[in-house]
């Protein structure tokens, strides 16, 4: 996507969601915020619609009034970051940060992210890139320029965790969706009827209040489960939320005053290994398409309530439009899920993938499920976390994003706590060979 047709995406959602300001709480977010909006007012106004060059201008007066400063004059070295194209992986690293591939209007570039924290260390590199910015000689490698690298601030266009309680109260349920990467058969098929037993006994029993946070002077004003008790008859479970004083006396009423809100599980299964392709071309188990479609119809009852509660919230985000397509996707998956028997010696993984995309936009919460919560589980969650970077903030090449979290970081660290020899995930020839694409290990992470 163009860079400036993003940057208008994000000037539209900052006038018009709530608290869209709380993410630059301090000076120096508020700084580096100002700068940005200075480089687009200063240096590429012309080129915004006289719309989006309104919403420039509320922006920046916005955050000066919250910052109490003036609009920065923007150094001749800096550019910001998303002019700037780099490729996944660094080609060389050091104590300094890493060293990228990349482009910047066309011209192919090396970029250096440094690593600079102190504020000492800041003023110093700042100095650097003025004095390198200046100097022009044969044997010096060009400076072109210098991108500040932050953490955006993301924008709840679809409301808040008020709006978001409020219309979970007016609908009587709190969705989670569970994906279960198990196959049919052996012991793995007994654990899946064990889940879904456990899935029903959730939805008949499981239910949530909110209650206002007591805790004192906490280091992160942040919601948590605070008690798991059960009802005056001991037939229900009731799990307790304290959620932080500023967002409790925003609740509905009945929020307030203790009532309760029923937990709707809904279990998508698909198993993805060796096991589950030797089930489809020899015993043609129907358990994963009848829990599948147990699924989607209770989507499909929650989604008439829901509809009608999104209709009459002014701040639920949904035009007619964008729920009229949400039901036509549901009715696509039940209509899929009901005709699947013909193609059961298919690994529809689609199935999840399309399941968690319509629950992530009823606003459920999600988890993974698997037997012992490592390759496969990992795989799973990885490719989880790069769709809505690549969705919904547009990030390029979302496969070469996926294989790095899988080569680094927690997953891999998982697997070496698991066996405290090694960190490789623990797939055999057989497996890499009978798993679907989308959920295989990047070269050289696996025992084999």
């Given at each position: 996507?163009?860079?400036?047709?993003?940057?208008?995406?994000?000037?539209?959602?900052?006038?018009?969601?709530?608290?869209v300001f709380s993410d630059l709480s301090d000076t120096k977010s508020q700084a580096i915020a100002l700068l940005l909006l200075s480089n687009e007012t200063t240096r590429h106004m012309a080129s915004y619609s006289t719309e989006a060059q309104e919403l420039l201008t509320s922006v920046t007066n916005q955050v000066m009034r919250m910052s109490g400063s003036s609009i920065p004059e923007v150094p001749e070295w800096f550019i910001p970051e998303h002019e700037v194209q780099r490729e996944m992986r660094p080609f060389d690293r050091g104590g300094f940060g890493e060293v990228f591939r990349g482009?910047?209007?066309?011209?192919?570039?090396?970029?250096?992210?440094?690593?600079?924290?102190?504020?000492?260390?800041?003023?110093?590199?700042?100095?650097?890139?003025?004095?390198?910015?200046?100097?022009?000689?044969?044997?010096?490698?060009?400076?072109?320029?210098?991108?500040?690298?932050?953490?955006?601030?993301?924008?709840?266009?679809?409301?808040?965790?008020?709006?978001?309680?409020?219309?979970?109260?007016?609908?009587?349920?709190?969705?989670?969706?569970?994906?279960?990467?198990?196959?049919?058969?052996?012991?793995?098929?007994?654990?899946?009827?064990?889940?879904?037993?456990?899935?029903?006994?959730?939805?008949?029993?499981?239910?949530?209040?909110?209650?206002?946070?007591?805790?004192?002077?906490?280091?992160?004003?942040?919601?948590?489960?605070?008690?798991?008790?059960?009802?005056?008859?001991?037939?229900?479970?009731?799990?307790?939320?304290?959620?932080?004083?500023?967002?409790?006396?925003?609740?509905?009423?009945?929020?307030?005053?203790?009532?309760?809100?029923?937990?709707?599980?809904?279990?998508?299964?698909?198993?993805?290994?060796?096991?589950?392709?030797?089930?489809?071309?020899?015993?043609?188990?129907?358990?994963?398409?009848?829990?599948?479609?147990?699924?989607?119809?209770?989507?499909?009852?929650?989604?008439?309530?829901?509809?009608?509660?999104?209709?009459?919230?002014?701040?639920?985000?949904?035009?007619?439009?964008?729920?009229?397509?949400?039901?036509?996707?549901?009715?696509?998956?039940?209509?899929?899920?009901?005709?699947?028997?013909?193609?059961?010696?298919?690994?529809?993984?689609?199935?999840?993938?399309?399941?968690?995309?319509?629950?992530?936009?009823?606003?459920?919460?999600?988890?993974?499920?698997?037997?012992?919560?490592?390759?496969?589980?990992?795989?799973?969650?990885?490719?989880?976390?790069?769709?809505?970077?690549?969705?919904?903030?547009?990030?390029?090449?979302?496969?070469?994003?996926?294989?790095?979290?899988?080569?680094?970081?927690?997953?891999?660290?998982?697997?070496?706590?698991?066996?405290?020899?090694?960190?490789?995930?623990?797939?055999?020839?057989?497996?890499?060979?009978?798993?679907?694409?989308?959920?295989?290990?990047?070269?050289?992470?696996?025992?084999?």
């Amino acid at each position: 996507m163009d860079a400036k047709v993003e940057v208008e995406k994000r000037l539209f959602q900052l006038c018009h969601s709530d608290g869209v300001f709380s993410d630059l709480s301090d000076t120096k977010s508020q700084a580096i915020a100002l700068l940005l909006l200075s480089n687009e007012t200063t240096r590429h106004m012309a080129s915004y619609s006289t719309e989006a060059q309104e919403l420039l201008t509320s922006v920046t007066n916005q955050v000066m009034r919250m910052s109490g400063s003036s609009i920065p004059e923007v150094p001749e070295w800096f550019i910001p970051e998303h002019e700037v194209q780099r490729e996944m992986r660094p080609f060389d690293r050091g104590g300094f940060g890493e060293v990228f591939r990349g482009k910047w209007r066309g011209l192919n570039v090396v970029i250096k992210c440094v690593s600079v924290n102190a504020p000492m260390d800041r003023r110093a590199f700042h100095r650097e890139a003025r004095i390198w910015h200046q100097a022009k000689h044969k044997h010096i490698v060009k400076f072109t320029a210098l991108a500040i690298l932050v953490t955006p601030a993301f924008c709840a266009a679809n409301g808040n965790l008020v709006d978001y309680l409020d219309q979970m109260k007016k609908i009587d349920r709190c969705v989670l969706t569970i994906e279960f990467l198990l196959s049919s058969v052996g012991e793995e098929r007994g654990m899946l009827e064990d889940m879904s037993e456990g899935v029903r006994w959730l939805n008949s029993t499981v239910s949530f209040k909110i209650v206002e946070s007591r805790e004192v002077n906490p280091i992160v004003e942040m919601s948590k489960c605070v008690e798991v008790k059960s009802t005056s008859d001991e037939h229900d479970l009731v799990a307790v939320f304290a959620v932080p004083p500023s967002i409790f006396s925003e609740l509905p009423e009945e929020l307030q005053q203790g009532e309760c809100v029923k937990l709707l599980c809904v279990l998508f299964t698909q198993g993805i290994n060796e096991s589950k392709t030797m089930v489809n071309f020899n015993l043609k188990s129907s358990l994963e398409d009848d829990i599948n479609f147990e699924s989607v119809q209770m989507l499909q009852r929650y989604f008439r309530v829901y509809r009608q509660v999104a209709s009459r919230a002014t701040s639920a985000g949904q035009d007619p439009a964008g729920l009229n397509e949400l039901r036509a996707e549901i009715e696509a998956l039940a209509y899929r899920l009901d005709t699947r028997s013909r193609y059961r010696n298919k690994k529809h993984v689609n199935t999840l993938i399309i399941a968690s995309d319509i629950c992530y936009r009823l606003g459920a919460g999600r988890t993974t499920c698997c037997d012992n919560g490592k390759g496969r589980t990992a795989m799973s969650v990885t490719l989880e976390m790069t769709r809505p970077l690549v969705d919904h903030l547009h990030v390029t090449r979302g496969i070469d994003l996926c294989n790095t979290m899988r080569e680094r970081g927690v997953r891999r660290v998982n697997e070496f706590a698991d066996s405290c020899i090694h960190n490789k995930y623990q797939f055999d020839l057989s497996q890499l060979a009978n798993t679907p694409e989308c959920y295989l290990p990047p070269p050289g992470t696996t025992r084999r």
